[in-house]
């Protein structure tokens, strides 16, 4: 998730009632009728389906008293985390889909741009930091119940949320207070930066530098920080003399392993693209993948590969 992706998404050109429009169109994905109508009842499911699977992993670790410690706590946040960046858009793209003029506000337009861009942040400080408690488990498990306590859960959460939610603050306050000219049709199902700025009155590089620049380090440092301390968790596994310990410790990690790569991979892959016009389409799906599609995958990946987690599930739906 980048402030700045490569900018090849398409601007159409100004409709001749332009200048009586008072907000963004958003043309999401333009199709016939009855096509619109079947996007909604898929999205519709989708977002539903995610909802109540990581609806029920909060559920899960609230209810479950075995599942009162660090890893499930930091679990059950991060699926309200998804619950929230889901609800960022989805519903938006739904009305979208059923209207007929797709205007959104400016208002409504920089609020989501805002929580969109701030939950996928604190996304991603959230899997290093749950890449921090499984080193610790497995690296360290003498001292981990004495290093990883309750206070530095909550203090990792809370700076998780906070530094999510700063990170963009001031780039996104600034472009919500420039002029937009020409226009006003974004090819995309939400407000993104990119159609934005090429919507501005007058470019500003110091702005678009200093954006990039927080989005590269956003992406890069919680990045490498996950690749390292899963180096370093391997290092430990291979050193455990028995199978059946690898394979415990492969179990705990498989699953986090498996939601970075969703993640990351996805994000990756629109931050490197190619900047070409044909590939707008391209954009949206890849953004669709990452901000809809990976948090109703993550509570499938999380249930599956976590025997806690599905005895508690069974538990929870009284199978």
Not at 119 to 131: D, K, P, Q, R
């Amino acid at each position: 998730m980048t402030l700045f992706p490569p900018r090849h998404m398409n601007i159409s050109n100004t409709p001749s009632n332009s200048s009586t429009i008072t907000g963004f169109i958003l043309l999401g994905f333009p199709c016939s009728r009855h096509g619109q109508i079947l996007l909604f009842l898929l999205f519709a499911g989708v977002y539903l389906l995610t909802l109540m699977g990581n609806g029920s992993i909060i559920c899960a670790v609230r209810w479950d008293q075995r599942l009162h410690t660090p890893m499930y706590i930091l679990l059950a946040n991060f699926s309200f985390l998804e619950i929230s960046y889901v609800t960022s858009t989805v519903p938006n793209m739904l009305a979208n889909l059923l209207s007929d003029n797709k205007v959104i506000s400016f208002s409504g337009c920089f609020l989501q741009f805002y929580f969109f861009f701030s939950l996928g942040s604190t996304e991603c400080f959230f899997l290093a930091i749950m890449a921090f408690d499984r080193y610790l488990a497995i690296c360290r498990p003498l001292r981990y119940p004495t290093l990883m306590t309750a206070r530095l859960c909550t203090n990792l959460v809370v700076s998780c949320w906070v530094l999510g939610f700063l990170w963009f603050l001031v780039p996104i306050i600034i472009i919500s207070q420039m002029s937009f000219c020409g226009s006003r049709i974004i090819d995309h199902f939400l407000c993104d930066p990119g159609p934005l700025l090429a919507l501005t009155c007058t470019r500003v590089p110091v702005i678009e530098l200093t954006s990039s620049t927080l989005s590269s380090l956003l992406l890069f440092i919680p990045f490498f920080f996950i690749m390292g301390s899963y180096a370093l968790v391997l290092r430990a596994v291979f050193k455990v003399p028995s199978a059946a310990g690898q394979r415990k410790a492969f179990s705990t990690c498989g699953s986090h392993l498996a939601v970075v790569s969703l993640f990351y991979g996805s994000v990756m892959v629109m931050y490197v693209s190619p900047t070409s016009e044909h590939e707008a389409g391209m954009q949206k799906l890849v953004t669709l993948f990452y901000s809809a599609v990976t948090p109703l995958i993550n509570p499938v990946i999380y249930s599956l590969r976590n025997k806690d987690m599905k005895h508690a599930m069974k538990k929870l739906l009284g199978t």
